[in-house]
């Protein structure tokens, strides 16, 4: 007679697929039955847990072995770019001169001053500085742009005077 030991493939639970967004990070992770050896992709070693920042969407795979056997799951971390911000760059006006001040393509917009529209007018009479914060796709970024006025000038030419023809 022949016996034929059939060694179970590990068992093991990578954490969920997560969304980020870019510049942030979150945590990946797996779990599983005690002497599993477990090697993941993207060099990361052959621990259980790590705290990751792609900046574009990565798969992360990770690898685990047992008894000769081994086993594998997937963790897709998504990446979300940041709302691309264009204030530009600081402004000078004269004193009465109005400025259009937009953000970028966003789901919801927050100013200083509490408007959540898109785009606003302003008509500063001191130097001011404004500042916008736009979401999209769960992130947010931030601008802000210092609107510099120039008081209005005051023309003198002298006193009027009285002159002679020749």
């Known amino acids: ?26 945590v990946i992770q797996v779990t599983g039955e005690a002497s599993v050896t477990y ?10 847990s790590y705290t990751v920042s792609p900046n574009t969407t990565t798969t992360y795979k990770v690898t685990g072995s ?12 998504t990446v979300n770019p940041l709302p691309v911000i264009g204030l530009g760059a600081d402004q000078t006006i004269c004193k ?5 001040l937009c953000g970028a393509d966003g789901d919801a917009y927050t100013w200083n001053n509490g408007d959540n529209n898109p785009c606003r007018l302003v008509t500063p009479t001191v130097n001011s500085t404004y500042k916008i914060t736009v979401s999209k796709n ?16 005051t023309a003198n030419a002298g006193s009027d005077q009285t002159i002679c023809g020749t």
């Open 39 to 48: 090697t993941w992709s993207h060099n990361l070693g052959s621990g259980t």
């Open 138 to 153: 769960g992130c947010s970024a931030t601008d802000d742009i210092i609107i510099y006025v120039n008081p209005t000038p």
């Open 66 to 77: 047992k008894n000769g056997c081994t086993n594998t799951d997937d963790i897709i971390v």
């Open 96 to 100: 009465g001169e109005t400025v259009t």
């Open 1 to 26: 007679d022949i016996v034929i030991k059939v060694n179970p493939a590990p068992i093991m639970n990578a954490s969920n697929d997560v969304t980020i967004c870019n510049g942030g990070s979150t």
